[in-house]
């Protein structure tokens, strides 16, 4: 079992940055492919970005693509999303998801552990 908990969101402007933390505990967290993933009003949820347990393989929405980063730290049990240039359309609910099989998917279904959200709101 594994519990996840998200921190950083908030509001901010167009072009501003937030980094948003995903900390892990109760189960083996380095052992788990870790994704971010987003929901928006009246939209379904999406993956916004995953890393396997080393790091070795990383994946990006196209839409987020040069604009963030995804990284974690296995002593920390922590993973993050460094978010910079934000646009209006980056405005969800956040969430962190654990697969820990390793695998690692865009399909949320696939993932079963899950953060409570972090709300991140870009204005313009």
């Known amino acids: 079992q594994v519990q996840l908990v998200e921190s950083g969101g908030g509001l901010v402007q167009a072009g501003g940055s937030l980094r948003l933390s995903c900390a892990a505990s109760?189960?083996?967290?380095?052992?788990?492919?870790m994704a971010w993933f987003r929901q928006a009003p009246g939209k379904e949820r999406e993956i916004v970005a995953g890393?396997?347990?080393?790091?070795?393989?990383?994946y990006y929405a196209d839409s987020v693509k040069g604009r963030f980063t995804i990284s974690r730290d296995n002593a920390k049990n922590t993973v993050y999303l460094q978010m910079n240039s934000l646009k209006p359309e980056d405005t969800a609910v956040y969430y962190c998801?654990?697969?820990?099989?390793?695998?690692?998917?865009?399909?949320?279904?696939?993932?079963?552990?899950w953060g409570q959200g972090t709300q991140v709101t870009v204005s313009s």
């Open positions: 998801a654990a697969d820990p099989r390793g695998i690692g998917t865009v399909t949320p279904r696939w993932y079963d552990y």
């Open positions: 109760g189960g083996i967290f380095s052992n788990c492919y």
């Open positions: 890393i396997s347990w080393n790091g070795g393989r990383i």
